[in-house]
Nanobody, 113 residues
Framework: VQLVESGGGLVQPGGSLRLSCAAS????????MNWYRRAPGKERELVAR??????YYVDSVKGRFTISRDNAKNTLFLQMSSLKPEDTAVYYC?????????WGQGTQVTVSS
């Protein structure tokens, strides 16, 4: 199993970024996929989750972030808009396969003027 994130960077407040996670080594379409983030000095936080028929967002990103997936390309996305400094974190792609959590290496998102 491999998860590879990309798309992070430095953006000004109010700006947008789109994160991608390329997945391989498992049947991507069959599993719930997650985006987590870890901000400096804070616990890791579930940001968004996408299953076959449902989507979850943490309250702090509702209306600003959109999670989606392309099962034909085994890719997970997180479109982030109206970014705030408090969104600054390392963002991780995650898949729970059975009882094993798999993580990408993370991609840094910094929101600053």
């Amino acid at each position: 199993v491999q998860l590879v994130e990309s798309g992070g960077g430095l953006v000004q407040p109010g700006g947008s970024l789109r994160l991608s996670c390329a997945a391989s080594g498992f049947t991507f379409s069959s599993y719930v996929m997650n985006w987590y983030r870890r901000a400096p000095g804070k616990e890791r936080e579930l940001v968004a989750r996408i299953g076959r028929d449902n989507i979850y967002y943490v309250d702090s990103v509702k209306g600003r972030f959109t999670i989606s997936r392309d099962n034909a390309k085994n890719t997970l996305f997180l479109q982030m808009s109206s970014l705030k400094p408090e969104d600054t974190a390392v963002y991780y792609c995650n898949a729970l396969l059975g009882t094993t959590d798999y993580w990408g290496q993370g991609t840094q998102v910094t929101v600053s003027s």
